[in-house]
């Protein structure tokens, strides 16, 4: 009872600073976030909201994201959806800026770039500086292909908790099995792990439809055909159908064109027809090419999806793990990490796990470890070394936002030696995936020690954890080395090892925005995550 009263406390005390109930369009969550559609972004009060202590930052995407944590975000979601049932409420008037505040959502003044002269030695003046990063990527980012991504990312981030379960079950299933114990219930966590597995392509299919504005239902149905065991009956390529072949890619394509067709009926088929004629001309049309075509293209890129992978970190063992976790976090923020979702989701349908989303959590770590050398290398700054205590936890488990962009990029340098973290801790899980243990992950989104319960792979489960482990702590190491050593020029030391005073109690907390997540999502860049 206590838990569902702060929950619904918090939901009852963000309402209001989005605009009321009026002003919510749509809501959503993923892993860490409430993602909320909005009528009208002005009415939304900033920094009132990221003074919530149950609020870790926002990020304004196409939604407004509100980060409040893995586990509390599902809580906070289900009270918020109540409060807006329950107590609709006319579009809240705009806020008035005081005189001489910069309007809501406004650059803020005097903005500079990554790597830039520190403008101001607080962890509010920092915070200010990491909103107009995040304003300029996000600008940057509105190019076709990018919005294409994150469309795609958007298929995908609904699946995150249904892969993260199924992916602890199988996990644990696979601990039972190889140790012998409760034998009966096995089968059972069999069926548990692999159902919505097995299936998989029917949900991306239905998603597909939904973001693309089709009937999710008749892309779900398109999408099914591939899973279907009767299509082993059917010949294309001169080969029988396998299936499942061609995965979540040939669901995707299979959902696109039925979306397709299906808007190009509703435009010619009259009125008095379309709820026979479109159904059936949407399903017939893009199922036949699905069968006859688009399962064959998908499935050879599937396997050559999965077989790239495993060549690579065969192969190019460290290196290509160093190249990974220091590129990822770049990737986040040109907002190309939404492109390896479907590659995560590929391997783990192909695999049973993805080899790529461990190396690239090493991108967290390196953060880690930075942040812990700024908060050493500037004892007298209270203000940055307070932020950094209230995110170091969230970092290591994952949530790497409130670090990102309230410390390490609005600083610049330490941003750049936290990338050096990540590709240490990247390149020594290469080297062991190149030396034989392959260290993967059952699921996409989580990071940090949050991505314990889901390690799999080809060795036993101590021998994966301790690869993991140690990836883990040579990020840190790395990071923190780099970061201590080279994160500071003698100029910035002088300007932001200062004393600063004490915030008052209404004193907005760090800004968060978007890097994926998972490895991730995203995405998050994410994501992986999914980042």
């Not at 939604?63 to 979601?77: E, H, K």
């Not at 520190?118 to 920092?126: H, I």
């Not at 012998?180 to 548990?192: D, G």
């Not at 591939?226 to 159908?241: C, E, S, T, Y």
């Amino acid at each position: 009872m206590a838990t569902t009263d702060k929950n619904r406390a918090t939901a009852e005390a963000i309402l209001p600073l989005v605009g009321g109930a009026g002003n919510v369009a749509s809501i959503a969550h993923c892993m860490t976030r409430l993602r909320l559609g909005l009528h009208d972004r002005a009415l939304v009060r900033d920094e009132e909201l990221r003074a919530l202590p149950a609020v870790l930052g926002v990020v304004e995407d196409e939604t407004y994201q509100i980060v409040l944590g893995p586990g509390a975000v599902s809580r906070v979601t289900e009270q918020f959806e109540t409060l807006v049932r329950e107590a609709p409420a006319p579009v809240a008037e705009a806020p008035v800026p005081m005189p001489g505040a910069p309007m809501p959502g406004a650059p803020v003044p005097g903005a500079t770039t990554p790597g830039a002269p520190v403008p101001g030695a607080t962890a509010e003046e920092l915070a200010a500086r990491g909103e107009a990063i995040r304003a300029a990527r996000k600008t940057k980012n509105a190019t076709p292909v990018k919005l294409f991504l994150r469309r795609i990312a958007n298929i995908f981030v609904p699946l995150i908790p249904a892969l993260i379960g199924c992916g602890i079950i199988a996990g644990l299933n696979g601990l039972l099995t190889n140790l012998h114990w409760l034998p009966a219930i096995v089968p059972a966590l069999t069926a548990l792990a692999s159902g919505f597995m097995s299936l998989l392509a029917v949900f991306v299919g239905y998603n597909t439809a939904k973001e693309f504005g089709g009937t999710p239902v008749l892309g779900g149905a398109v999408a099914a055909i591939i899973v279907f065991p009767g299509v082993a009956n059917v010949d294309a390529f001169g080969q029988r159908l396998s299936p499942g072949q061609g995965g979540v890619l040939g669901a995707l394509g299979a959902a696109l064109l039925a979306v397709r067709v299906e808007k190009w009926c509703r435009r010619r088929i009259p009125e008095a027809l379309d709820v026979l004629v479109t159904p059936t001309l949407t399903v017939l049309v893009s199922g036949l090419v699905t069968l006859f075509g688009l399962m064959y293209v998908a499935g050879e890129v599937s396997t050559a999806i999965g077989t790239f992978a495993t060549w690579l970190l065969s192969h190019g063992g460290s290196g290509a793990g160093f190249v990974l976790g220091g590129l990822f976090l770049p990737l986040v923020m040109l907002g190309l990490h939404q492109a390896l979702i479907p590659i995560h989701t590929t391997l783990i349908e192909q695999q049973g796990y993805t080899v790529l989303l461990p190396i690239l959590a090493m991108a967290g770590a390196g953060q880690v470890g930075a942040a812990v050398a700024v908060y050493l290398r500037l004892p007298r700054n209270t203000s940055i070394r307070r932020t950094i205590r209230s995110a170091l936890p969230a970092g290591l488990l994952g949530v790497g936002e409130p670090l990102i962009y309230g410390v390490s990029l609005p600083l610049g340098r330490p941003f750049i030696t936290a990338c050096v973290g990540g590709a240490f801790g990247g390149g020594f899980v290469g080297l062991f995936n190149q030396l034989g243990p392959s260290v993967g992950s059952t699921a996409i989104g989580p990071s940090g020690w949050a991505l314990f319960p889901l390690l799999s792979g080809n060795r036993g489960l101590g021998e994966l954890i301790a690869v993991y482990a140690g990836g883990l702590l040579a990020g840190y190491v790395a990071g923190f080395i780099a970061t201590y050593c080279f994160g500071f020029t003698r100029t910035m030391l002088q300007e932001l090892n200062t004393p600063q005073p004490e915030p008052q109690p209404q004193t907005a907390t760090p800004i968060t925005t978007n890097t994926g997540a998972a490895p991730h999502e995203p995405a998050p860049a994410p994501q992986p995550t999914g980042a």
